[in-house]
């Protein structure tokens, strides 16, 4: 399994979609960066998000809260205090630190050495704001992004003339001091996250939780993780984060096992009750204060699991030809919806100036329409195999017949089943196929 977390590693790197950040100086503490495909990617899955939440569900609105807020917003929230740190070791031969809860044995895993004893670790990023680098210009990069849709929680109410029950969704960057980032994009310290808040009656409370995570898990499944990969796990009592009643970690199974992908909490009034305390506003709604169900989920941690799920090597080739019959194909089976490109445009062959001309010409006629790739490099069958390895949807081949017939092949990516259509009908086609009319 750690063999298929290292392909996926370089397989990513190899076809654009993560590189790690600031490689030419030899990395920077598990900071990523997307490349074209994995932007593409990225973008597609928040779009999948945003419109299940505001376009699916009554009652949601959007926000874009700062980053940077009042260093106050994050004692109120007890992240300063409470329960925001991790347990941190420390090797006495060779200084590495870990988290303790990381430890299987009670010695460095590194070089065996005899560890020190625990000691509390704040995960907050803090940063300076202004010219003058004092503790009155310390302030913090978010560590959730929830905590700006508490801030806003009365403008919103009022400007858009809310009525309990209702939610408030966010997509942004969040920042952890993580003390041991780790398994490639799964941990790091710099990652964007899905938060949407749903304010309702304390009694309702209960039952919004069971509601959202059935949700949640269906949203999974709809985007084509397998059933088999995902699960829903109780956090137990002692596991519980400060500011949660309740929780339910959807999990997948990643290549180093089961691990949170998501997390349904039920924050009671602790969010609004405390943010009322610190600030002297009342954030109550007729006399009490709303209780939260939060669903909060990571882009890259969710791209990562699409990914794990979807990429699938087929020994001696899709094809089975003789030629590919030692080789390992690799097919990217995403979702529709989630896949980066959509659409390559292929000459049969590249010498031939009309047949480029043409599938030049359908390449543009495309391209405003869906994202597109256009390809006229090596054989048409490696090409094929290239476009199915980044999960191309639909590959379309201009040949011979197409200068007389002004027609063309659709290779569909799952079943490699062609089919013979008119340029003219192109557009509606594909629409209709990928399910954009
Ligand atoms: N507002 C609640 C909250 O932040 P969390 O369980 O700490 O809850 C929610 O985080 C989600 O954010 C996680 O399920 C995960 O997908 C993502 N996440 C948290 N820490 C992360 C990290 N260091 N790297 C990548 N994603 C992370």
Redesign the pocket.
Known sequence: MIDLMQKIVSFTKRRGFIFPSSEIYGGFGSCYDFGPLGVEMKNNIKRAWWDEMIKKHDDIVGLDSSILMSPKVWEASGHLTAGFADELVECKKCHHRFRKDFLKKGKCPDCGGELTKARKFNLMMKTFVGPVENEAAVTYLR????QGIYLNFKNVLQSMRKKIPFGIAQIGK?F?N?IN?RNF?????E?E?M?MQWFCQPKEAPKIFNYWKKERINWYLNLGIKKSNLRAREVSKDEL?HYAKRAV?IEYKFPFGWK????I?NRGDWDLSNHSKHSGEDLKYEGYFPHII?T???V???LFAFLCDAYTEIRGGRTKTTKAAKEVEILLNLNKSLAPIKVAVLPLVKNKPKLVKKAKDVYQMLKPQFRCQYDEVSSIGRRYRRQDEIGTIFTLTVDFESLEQNDLTIRDRDTMEQERVKIEDLIKILKKKLNEQ
């Open positions: 560590a959730e992004t929830c969040a952890r993580e980032p994009v799964y941990r790091t310290r990652f996250q938060e984060a970690d949170e992908i998501e997390g909490h939060e909060s989920v990571g890259d941690r969710s």
